[in-house]
């Protein structure tokens, strides 16, 4: 893959990929057409600006807010439940046609608020870059608008100032960039005008400064190679807008199920009516009467509703557990997550650089303790060391406090770092070996500094004590402070400096994946106030290394022992380096930690070779944004259900073509949390895991509810055609059965929502996505107890019409028959296969028994009350009628668990003998 930056050649037409991070100087001044130092001239601006276009992303095309509404009506569900609210309207029954459009309505809104948030990712990333640039025209500096930078504009850019275009330097003093949003890289990147290799990783392109970057040290002069949407930035802008948003299992599912459910209301509806006017003789304006309420039966009309109050409940669960739900859907995809893709920086270690180990002459210390809090103690051989047996360690870390600019300090109980994150480490060093570096800084007052510079590679600083002594301290990258250091430092004293044992030293401490510091010293010499380099050459004696990490969160490797056990797979996907990505990888014990592969490698693979390799490896370094972006869609290729976490704008492609994408909210950028399905209130792994988990849980009550409400439906449909087939008086009528599918059932079903998490979820694998919701099991669940609720309800709808009942009150005990019965079976839905007949399965709910008491409550009005009556067409019944119905509408809690005790025995049966 080419990933040189085009720009637009004199033909405005054309467009060519040069790689500019490795092109010579020479080149870059001649392509760009440019003057050196001197920069473009007003004129030749002006003309370039004309023919390229402003320095700016393009604005976000978005659809009409009438568009957006329609669009959330386009859903086979909600066809049906606007076909229920016709069926009811033609009956007549205003309040439940009410009560549909309203369902229909809330849902729509919710799908239209969260899409308008989702539209503003793009102006999320245009915001990024700068208002203005420090450019020079014709010789002279000049203030000008960001938007009208050109390709070959020179441009200065100084610490604080955010990277107005992409720039190829050529004039670099000490110029470090914080690139994290765009490359995830943790630490600032130092800069270098030398060109480098062409299939140089985006983090490694040192002699480039991005757009919407920070600089954080330093200055630099460079040459714009790149504006508007052909930068960097400008590119994931454009990957972004080409995403496409895949629809989530739960969705897909539904639409299947809704249209699976439309095909057989309507035909066994018409089946129904030609039955009853060719062999039964019927009218034919009774039997279309008799086929809309079979239809009105059939139709589960709460089951949205149940369905976005359980995944709303879903959403308040996961809120009080950090992660914060921007999508209803996404509850529920969490549950059938597969693999988990996580950035590597701040979510699954805790992007605050440590100490961990120190090295002298004579010993290897491993430091504990994580991040910026100055808690924790060195440790030899596995024992806590004595700092009072080691004064050489003691006076190493006060060196490196010394030579440093940064500060650490609480704010609200959190330790936070103000400067360098390198540095901030040695200052939480030195606080851990019990100095206090107000104390230290007052008793070694600096008085001269070489700042760091990336062509030197080192820091230096002069300081005196109270009597005059002056001490000199260095440090910087070891290769380099070795060359300066002809001594070094041990238990006996100085002896001449060892390269062999600190080589091998520097080689041990890098392949645990730590970043390598080395500290040197000398005395000064007395009165001396000022450094210079000369100072330093070849006078220096070694003190020791320090070896330097973004450690793993603790939280976070027990979270992906707990995927691993629920069967999500985990993978690191880090624009780090590869030794870096596996040392943590080995740390935080994902699955196959051995391998890695890098942004280049990835480069040469085709889409096949790519899937394959994805599914194996776990360890992904050095990846860009389109890396990233393939890598997902690599996976959903494969089947997986993918989840995806970042913070970057260089995330937010692949958060939004992933299943699930997880932002985090503490420390990512807008343009991710704006795309994403979930943000992570605490950056922490740990909380995804927590919200597989409640996602699991959500989609078991969401099965719960379907399986306790369509035996409901199933029942009444079969009654009415039972009815028709014996030629007999209809036991319930559509107004009546309304009333149980919109008042009863619904009230029931949502005490299922707030079932807690059973026990095992995370430990047994994720469901397969690509099943239907009624699994064989469900399927036969749902028409047994149907059935079993047909027969209950005809055997008293007769009785009572055989012991003189009028019409309406035998039709009362039908209604009363069916809704006692759906009490009962709620208890037996609370476990879809563990028992219930025990004091937590029939009153460990509290909310289940208010719901019984509500729906008994609403029963006995509608039996009783006058209004109802005439509404309803019910009549009163007897004490004696009530006691029949519960002693018969009971069966189904018994029966059940038995039908749970076989199935339960037949499957251990079966695991035995597999």
Not at 23 to 49: I, M, N, P, W
Not at 445 to 460: C, G, L, N, Q, W
Not at 716 to 735: K, Q, S
Request: charged share 20%.
């Amino acid at each position: 893959m080419n990933t040189g930056t085009p720009i637009r050649g004199e033909d405005a037409g054309t467009v060519s990929q040069t790689p500019w991070h490795a092109t010579a100087l020479d080149e870059v001044f001649a392509r760009t057409e440019t003057r050196g130092v001197e920069g473009l001239g007003d004129d030749e601006a002006v003309r370039r600006l004309a023919r390229d276009g402003p320095n700016r992303l393009r604005m976000v095309v978005r659809r009409g807010w009438a568009a957006r509404l329609a669009a959330q009506f386009n859903n086979v569900l909600i066809y049906v439940l606007m076909g229920s609210a016709v069926v009811t309207a033609l009956l007549n029954h205003w309040a439940d046609t009410s009560v549909i459009i309203g369902v229909v309505v809330i849902n729509a809104l919710i799908g239209f608020i969260q899409e308008g948030k989702a539209e503003r990712a793009l102006e999320a990333i245009r915001d990024m870059l700068a208002p203005q640039a420090m450019v020079i025209r014709d010789g002279k500096r000049m203030l000008v608008g960001a938007e009208d930078l050109v390709v070959g504009d020179v441009v200065f850019v100084e610490s604080g100032d955010k990277v107005p275009a992409d720039m190829r330097l050529f004039k670099v003093k000490n110029l470090q960039c914080q690139e994290a949003a765009l490359t995830g890289e943790s630490l600032p990147v130092s800069k270098a005008a030398t060109a480098v290799a062409e299939d140089a990783a985006l983090g490694d392109r040192k002699s480039m400064a991005y757009a919407g970057t920070l600089v954080a040290t330093g200055q630099a002069l460079g040459v714009v190679v790149a504006t508007g949407q052909t930068t960097e930035i400008g590119r994931i802008s454009t990957m972004l807008s080409e995403v496409e948003v895949l629809e989530t299992p739960l969705l897909r599912q539904l639409a299947r199920f809704s249209r699976w459910l439309t095909a057989a209301i309507l035909a066994v509806a018409g089946a129904t009516f030609a039955f009853g006017v060719m062999a039964r003789g019927y009218g034919a304006d009774e039997m279309f009467t008799a086929a809309v309420g079979l239809a009105v039966a059939a139709i589960p009309e709460g089951l949205p509703a149940i369905m976005t109050i359980t995944l709303a409940i879903g959403v308040q669960r996961m809120a009080r557990r950090n992660a914060v739900i921007r999508r209803l859907p996404a509850v529920e995809t969490l549950g059938a997550v597969t693999v988990i893709c996580s950035d590597k920086t701040g979510t699954l270690t805790r992007n605050e650089m440590t100490v961990q180990t120190v090295v002298t002459a004579d010993h290897l210390f491993a430091v504990s303790g994580a991040g910026y809090l100055p808690a924790g103690a060195f440790y030899h051989n596995g024992a806590e060391a004595d700092l009072g047996d080691h004064p050489l360690l003691r006076d190493m870390v006060r060196g490196a406090l010394l030579c440093g600019d940064a500060t650490v300090h609480e704010v609200e109980g959190e330790w936070i770092c103000d400067g360098d994150p390198t540095e901030g480490a040695l200052v939480v060093a030195a606080m851990k070996a019990g100095l206090t570096p107000s104390v230290v800084h007052a008793t070694y007052p600096r008085t001269d500094v070489i700042p760091f510079e990336s062509e030197h590679k080192f820091m230096a600083t002069l300081h005196h004590d109270a009597g005059g002594a002056g001490s000199i301290f260095v440090k910087g990258a070891p290769e380099r402070i070795l060359e300066m250091c002809a001594r070094q430092h041990g238990r006996d004293g100085e002896a001449p400096i060892d390269p062999a044992y600190w080589m091998g030293r520097m080689a041990e401490v890098s392949e645990q994946g730590q970043r390598v510091l080395a500290l040197a010293r000398r005395d000064a010499e007395t009165g001396r106030r000022d450094l210079s380099h000369d100072d330093l050459r070849g006078t220096l004696t070694l003190y020791g290394l320090f070896g330097l990490a973004d450690p793993p969160r603790q939280e976070a490797i027990l979270a992906i022992e707990q995927c691993h056990a629920a069967g999500v797979r985990v993978k690191m996907i880090t624009g780090d380096h590869a030794g870096t990505a596996l040392a943590i990888a080995r740390q935080i014990g994902l699955a196959n930690a051995g391998a890695v592969l890098t942004g280049v490698e990835l480069d040469g693979l085709d889409d096949a070779e790519l899937q394959r390799r994805a599914r194996i490896t776990d360890v992904f370094a050095r990846t860009s944004p389109a890396h990233k972006l393939r890598l997902v869609s690599a996976l959903q290729a494969c089947g997986e259900v993918t989840a995806m976490t970042g913070d970057g704008v260089n995330d937010a492609p692949a958060l939004k073509r992933a299943d699930v994408g997880v932002a985090m909210g503490m420390k990512g950028t807008e343009a991710s949390k704006d795309v994403a399905e979930m943000v992570l209130a605490d950056d922490n792994f740990a909380s995804i895991a927590h919200a597989v988990e409640e996602g699991r849980t959500v989609y078991d009550n969401l099965i719960k509810a379907i399986v306790f409400i369509l035996p409901t439906n199933g029942a009444e449909a079969l009654a009415i055609i039972a009815a028709i087939a014996m030629g007999g008086v209809l036991p319930i009528t559509a107004v009546q059965i309304l009333w149980v599918n919109m008042i009863t059932a619904v009230t029931l079903a949502l005490a299922l929502a707030f079932e807690p998490t059973e026990r095992g979820v995370m430990r047994r694998p994720p469901r397969d996505a690509s099943d239907a919701i009624l699994s064989g099991f469900l399927v036969w669940r749902t028409a047994f107890v149907a059935l079993l609720g047909v027969v209950c309800l005809f055997t008293l709808f007769q009785w009572e019409l055989d012991h003189g009942a009028s019409l309406e009150a035998a039709r009362s005990v039908a209604v009363s028959t069916l809704v006692v019965f759906e009490v009962f079976y709620l208890f037996n839905s609370r476990f879809l296969r563990e028992p219930v007949l025990n004091v937590q399965g029939l009153f460990g709910s509290r909310i289940a028994l208010g719901a019984v008491a509500t729906v008994m409550a609403f029963q006995v009005l509608f039996v009783y009350w006058g209004p109802a009556q005439m509404l309803f067409g019910t009549g009163d019944i007897g004490w004696d009628a009530w006691a029949r119905i519960v002693a018969v509408a009971s069966i189904v809690l018994f029966v059940v668990e038995i039908e749970k005790t076989i199935l339960r025995r037949w499957r251990k049966r079966r695991a035995k003998a597999q």
